[in-house]
C-alpha cells in the first residue's frame, strides 16, 4: 500500500514536472536564430568581398570588372533591403518549420509578456546611433581601430542584455552567453591578450561567432529538454498515474 | 425618364451631375500631404548634407573637437531619420494633413479607386528603381559616365519610374502629377544639349537634388491650386439656387 502511494506521489512529481520541461524545449528552439546567424554573417562576407573586389578592380584600373563588381554589390543590396523587410519572415518560417519537422509545433505564448515594444524600438535606435558614432570615431582617428571591438562592446553588450531580459520570458537564457563573451573579449583585447585579428574580424568573429557559441549552446540545452520530456512522458509511472 | 425642357430645371440638372466630377477633381488634388513630405525629405538631406561637409571641414582643417561633435549630431540625425521613415512619418504627416486641412474636412477616392488595387507601386519596380539608383551612383563614382550627367543619367530610370507611378494611381492621384516626370525629363534634355541649367557650380548632388524636389514641389502645388479651384467651383455648384431646386425637386419627385 505505501509502495503504491509512493509511485503514485512520483507519478504526480513527474506530470508537474512535464510543462517546466516543455517550457523549457519550447525557449530553447534556438535554430532559427542560428539560421539568421548564418545567413547575416554570409551576406556580410559577399558585402565585404564584393566592396574589397570593386575597389580593388578600381584601384588596378579594370574598369569592366569594377563596374561589374559594383552592379552585383548593387543587386545584392536591393536583394538584401528585400531580404530585410519580406524575404526575412518567410525564409527563417520555412528554414524552421523544415529543421523542426519531426518535433511538430511549440509555443510560449502563454508565458511570454513582451507587447510594449516601445522600450525595443528605443533600445534599437540607441544602437544605430552607437554603430555609426562608433565607426565615425575611428575613421576621424579619434579612437585607436584596435580598440573597435571594445568600444563597441560598451552598447552591444547592454544591448544584447536588455534584449535577452525583454525575451526572458520566450527566449533561451543561454543566449547572454552572447553578451558575455563579447565582453569578455573585449576585456582581453583592452587587456593586450593578443587575440586581434585585424579590425574587421574583430568585429565579425566575436558578433557571429559568440552569437553562434550562444545558439547553438541553448539548441543542444534544448536537445536534452526534449529527451527528458520524452521519458517523462513515455514513462509507465506516468501512465499508472494517469 | 424624358430629360426635362425647362431650361433652369435643366441647369439645375446639369449642375447636380457636375458635383461628383468637381468633388472627384478636388479629392485627387489634395496634394498637400506630398508637399510636407518633400519638404520634410528636402530639409532632411539639407541637414545631412550640411552635417557631412560640416565633419569633412572640421576634419581637413583639424578641428576635431568640432568634427567629433558634427558626427555624432549627424549620427543623432540619422537615427531620428531612421525612425521617422519606418515609424514618425505616417504618424506625422497625417497629423499635418488634418491640420492644413481643418477647414475642408474629410475626402476619400475610395469609390474611384480600383478594388483590390494596391496603393503603391509593385515590389518589383521598386526594387528595380533602386537598384538604379545605387547602379548610377555606383557608376559616377567608379567614373564611368561624367558626374556632370548625373542629372540625365537618372533621368533614364526616374522619368519611367514616375510615369509608372502617375499611371498606376491614375485614379486616386492627381494628374499633375505627370508635370514632375515630364520636367525632370526636359530638364535632363536641356543639360544633355548644353544649355545652362546647373547653377550650383561644384555641388553636383544638387545637379539631381534641386529638379528632384523642386520638380516635385511645382507639381504638387500645381495640383493643390487646381484642387483650390476645384472646391470653390464645388461650392459654388452646391450653393447655387438652381442646384439646390434641382435636388428639391428631385427628391420631392422620389417622395
Not at chain 1, 525557449?27 to 539560421?35: E, G, K, S, Y
Not at chain 1, 543587386?75 to 527563417?92: A, E, L, M, Y
Request: proline share 5%.
Amino acid at each position: 500500500m505505501k509502495r503504491s502511494a509512493d509511485s503514485v506521489q512520483e507519478a504526480d512529481g513527474r506530470v508537474r514536472e512535464i510543462p517546466k520541461w516543455a517550457r523549457r524545449y519550447a525557449q530553447n528552439r534556438t535554430l532559427p536564430v542560428v539560421a539568421m546567424l548564418v545567413i547575416g554573417a554570409a551576406a556580410f562576407c559577399v558585402f565585404g568581398g564584393l566592396g574589397l573586389l570593386t575597389g580593388w578592380a578600381y584601384v588596378e584600373d579594370k574598369r569592366v570588372l569594377a563596374a561589374a563588381s559594383m552592379l552585383v554589390l548593387c543587386g545584392f543590396t536591393v536583394w538584401w533591403v528585400w531580404f530585410c523587410f519580406i524575404g526575412f519572415v518567410r525564409i527563417i518560417r520555412s528554414i524552421t518549420e523544415r529543421l523542426y519537422q519531426g518535433e511538430g509545433g511549440a509555443v510560449v505564448g502563454a508565458c511570454a509578456g513582451i507587447e510594449d515594444s516601445r522600450g525595443l524600438v528605443l533600445a534599437a535606435l540607441v544602437l544605430i546611433f552607437f554603430v555609426p558614432a562608433t565607426l565615425g570615431l575611428f575613421f576621424l582617428g579619434l579612437c585607436p581601430i584596435r580598440l573597435m571591438q571594445p568600444v563597441s562592446a560598451l552598447c552591444v553588450v547592454p544591448f544584447l542584455c536588455y534584449l535577452g531580459l525583454k525575451m526572458r520570458p520566450v527566449g533561451s537564457p543561454f543566449i547572454f552567453l552572447w553578451p558575455g563573451l563579447y565582453a569578455i573579449h573585449a576585456v582581453l583585447l583592452v587587456t593586450g591578450v593578443p587575440i586581434g585579428m585585424g579590425p574587421m574580424l574583430d568585429m565579425l568573429v566575436p558578433t557571429f561567432g559568440y552569437g553562434l557559441v550562444a545558439t547553438l549552446a541553448g539548441h543542444i540545452y534544448g536537445r536534452v529538454a526534449l529527451r527528458r520530456l520524452r521519458t517523462l512522458t513515455a514513462s509507465p509511472e506516468l501512465s499508472d498515474g494517469e | 425618364m424624358a430629360r426635362d425642357t425647362n431650361p433652369p430645371v435643366r441647369k439645375a440638372e446639369d449642375d447636380l451631375r457636375e458635383i461628383p466630377k468637381w468633388a472627384r477633381r478636388y479629392a485627387q488634388n489634395r496634394t498637400l500631404p506630398v508637399v510636407a513630405f518633400l519638404v520634410i525629405s528636402a530639409v532632411g538631406s539639407c541637414v545631412f548634407g550640411g552635417l557631412s561637409l560640416l565633419t569633412v571641414w572640421a576634419y581637413v582643417e583639424d578641428k576635431r573637437v568640432l568634427s567629433a561633435v558634427s558626427m555624432l549630431v549627424l549620427c543623432g540625425f540619422a537615427a531620428w531619420w531612421v525612425w521617422f521613415s519606418f515609424i514618425g512619418a505616417g504618424r506625422i504627416i497625417r497629423s499635418i494633413t488634418e491640420r492644413l486641412y481643418q477647414g475642408d474636412g474629410g475626402v476619400s477616392v475610395g469609390a474611384w479607386a480600383g478594388i483590390g488595387e494596391s496603393k503603391g507601386p509593385p515590389l518589383l519596380v521598386t526594387f528595380v528603381f533602386l537598384f538604379c539608383v545605387l547602379a548610377s551612383i555606383g557608376l559616377g563614382l567608379l567614373g564611368l559616365y561624367p558626374i556632370t550627367l548625373m542629372q540625365p543619367v537618372s533621368a533614364l530610370y526616374v522619368v519611367p519610374f514616375l510615369c509608372y507611378l502617375g499611371l498606376k494611381m491614375r485614379r486616386v492621384g492627381s494628374p499633375f502629377m505627370f508635370l514632375w516626370p515630364g520636367l525632370y525629363g526636359i530638364h535632363a534634355i536641356l543639360d544633355v544639349a548644353g544649355v545652362p541649367v546647373r547653377f550650383w557650380g561644384d555641388f553636383h548632388a544638387l545637379d539631381i537634388f534641386a529638379p528632384m524636389v523642386g520638380y516635385g514641389l511645382i507639381a504638387t502645388l500645381a495640383a493643390h491650386i487646381y484642387g483650390r479651384v476645384a472646391l470653390r467651383r464645388l461650392r459654388a455648384l452646391a450653393a447655387s439656387p438652381e442646384s439646390l431646386q434641382g435636388a428639391a425637386g428631385q427628391s420631392n419627385g422620389r417622395a
